[in-house]
Nanobody, 125 residues
């Protein structure tokens, strides 16, 4: 079992930056592929970015390429999402997710087994 806790959300003006963190319980964090998803009010949850257990492989949604960066510190059991050049359309609840060991990172929410509670990101125009 893995428990995930996100932090770092908030209110920011368009063009600003935020860094989200997701800290996991457990001692085998580097065996979990991790992903960030988001869900805007009235919309379906959508993929943002994923990272392999080692951190050597990343995969971004087109909508955030060049603006968002995912990274992880396995010694701290934490994955980060650096968000720059934020736009009002980035406003959503952001969730981190972990996939069971032995599986690759993907952009499909159904592939992830563990989810955090979410953190709100609001970008004002």
């Amino acid at each position: 079992q893995v428990q995930l806790v996100e932090s770092g959300g908030g209110l920011v003006q368009a063009g600003g930056s935020l860094r989200l963190s997701c800290t996991a319980s457990g001692r085998t964090f580097n065996s979990y592929a991790m992903g960030w998803f988001r869900q805007a009010l009235g919309k379906e949850r959508e993929f943002v970015v994923a990272i392999s257990g080692s951190g050597g492989s990343t995969y971004y949604a087109d909508s955030v390429k060049g603006r968002f960066t995912i990274s992880r510190d396995n010694a701290k059991n934490t994955v980060y999402l650096q968000m720059n050049s934020l736009k009002p359309e980035d406003t959503a609840v952001y969730y981190c997710a972990a996939r069971s060991p032995g599986y690759r990172s993907t952009g499909w929410s159904r592939d992830y087994n563990y989810w955090g509670q979410g953190t709100q990101v609001t970008v004002s125009s």
